[in-house]
């Protein structure tokens, strides 16, 4: 089965740094592309970054500059480590896969149980 277990949320001031790593299994990670999104508080989901099965990655406006993607095929993990830290950044963060489906010839997106990001003084 197809498993996403994010980790390294937590409390820290503005300006801080934290790495939040996403743990995969159940599927061929390295031919997948992989994603995170977030949770504000009052807000809808968002994508928050993403990178190709080769390396391409994009980012939302709110977040370039600051934030990286990031992943090691070898150990089916994908990173995002994270600058800069603002009270806006505050969320609950999710790793996301979308992974097709050949024998029912639909794609389904995967998600983790999310690890939470508060950033306040």
């Known amino acids: 089965q197809v498993q996403l277990v994010e980790s390294g949320g937590g409390l820290v001031q503005p300006g801080s740094t934290l790495k939040l790593s996403c743990a995969t299994s159940g599927f061929t990670f390295s031919k997948h592309p992989m994603r995170w999104y977030r949770q504000r508080p009052g807000m809808e989901r968002e994508l928050v970054a993403a990178?190709?099965?080769?390396?391409?990655?994009n980012y939302a406006d709110s977040v370039k500059g600051r934030f990286t993607i990031s992943r090691d095929n070898a150990k089916n993990m994908v990173y995002l480590q994270m600058n800069s830290l603002k009270p806006e950044d505050t969320g609950v963060y999710y790793c996301n896969a979308a992974i097709f489906d050949r024998t029912a010839i639909a794609t389904n997106d995967y998600w983790g149980q999310g690890t939470k990001v508060t950033v306040s003084s």
């Open positions: 990178i190709t099965s080769s390396g391409s990655t």
